[in-house]
């Protein structure tokens, strides 16, 4: 069965950091380029960054350049999200996704082939 997985959610202070983890079984993501996206309550899904298949590009949201980076260890078959300098506007569940592409395929969510359950990031004092 195909699955992601992602780990690493939380409560944190503003300010504070998080890094989460997205973790593959089932298939390897050598082939795959990865995007991270996030849903608050509300609020449609947004993409927050994507990977190219070897980790060689990446792009970001505006919201997050400077503060979050994206990374990717094929050998793990694992894609992390570091996420720096939070604020409570980063509250969502953060979910990761997978499309069989070798650049990256920016944040259109039909796009993506494989999606994890989400997992909670809470930003607050």
């Known amino acids: 069965q195909l699955q992601l997985v992602e780990s690493g959610g939380g409560l944190v202070q503003p300010g504070g950091s998080l890094r989460l983890s997205c973790a593959a079984s089932g298939f390897t993501l050598d082939y795959y380029a990865i995007g991270w996206f996030r849903q608050a309550p509300g609020k449609e899904r947004e993409g927050v960054s994507c990977i190219s298949s070897s980790g060689g590009s990446t792009n970001y949201a505006d919201s997050v350049k400077g503060r979050f980076t994206i990374s990717r260890d094929n050998a793990k078959n694992t894609v992390y999200l570091q996420m720096n300098s939070l604020k409570a506007e980063d509250t969502a569940i953060y979910y990761c996704?997978?499309?069989?592409?070798?650049?990256?395929?920016?944040?259109?969510?039909?796009?993506?082939?494989?999606w994890g359950q989400g997992t909670q990031v809470t930003v607050s004092s």
């Open positions: 996704a997978a499309v069989l592409s070798e650049h990256t395929v920016g944040f259109q969510i039909y796009e993506y082939d494989y």
